[in-house]
Every structure is written in structure tokens, then in C-alpha cells.
């Protein structure tokens, strides 16, 4: 049984997640590199597009889901439940792209660079799984 039974439950958490991360490390590397990164969930299908270079109102990265959203220097396709993975901060990235779990096209070089700086994220989805009662869900 997947992780998200639902597109709109996957995007409620990323949300959740996204907006207390603006003022995190992570947020401030992606500003400071000046990248967009797009992330395509299957299962269920959610697309997310991080957005480093001009992020709108004072944020410090943008957050976009659907096809509305800035151009990505680099995008990540994946299983929601390899998302979930990676977001508990439970996955080793380069193993998942060599091993095909991700498919990744773009700028990934310049992307790979910022993994050091993704603790805080994960500990902020850990935090929101948690609140939500879906601990025992966590790797």
C-alpha cells in the first residue's frame, strides 16, 4: 500500500514541510545557487517545482505544485514512496539514481551539492509525519 493515498494528502504534507522550511539552511542553498529543481511524484502523481532563483514575497525559495510553475535547471522523477524515502532523509541519493529508482535530468551535478544541506528539511518532514500521526510510517 503506498505511503499517500492521495495526490492532494502528498501535496498537504510537501506544503506543510516546504512552509516551515523557508528559513533553513536548505532553503538558503537553494536561493544561493540560484536553482530550480522539479520533483515528479508517481504514485500518487504530484509535481513540485522548488524554486531558488526568484522566489516570490520576501520567501526565501518558492514552492509550486502542478504544472504552473517556473522552469527547473533540474528534475528529479521518482515513486512517492522513494519520496517519502528521501524526505525522512532515509535514502542514499546517488544509489537510488545509479539503481534507477530516480531518473534525473538537468543540472544534477549542481543539485547533488546541495544534498549536505537537506538535514534540516528531513527533520521537518519527520516532525510533520509525526503530527500527523503517521510516525510508525517513517524508515
Known sequence: MPIFASSQEMQDVLQAVLARGQDTDTARGLAKAGLTVAFVYEGPSVRLVMDG???PGGQTIGFYFGEEAPTPDVT???NADVGHR???GNLNVPQALAR???KAAGSIAKALKLLPLM???YATYRQ???ERGRAGELP
Do not use: H, S, V
Open 53 to 55: 532563483k526568484n522566489p
Open 76 to 78: 528529479f522523477g521518482l
Open 86 to 88: 528521501f524526505w525522512a
Open 100 to 102: 534507477g529508482q530516480i
Open 119 to 121: 538535514p534540516p528539511l
Open 128 to 130: 510533520e509525519m509525526t
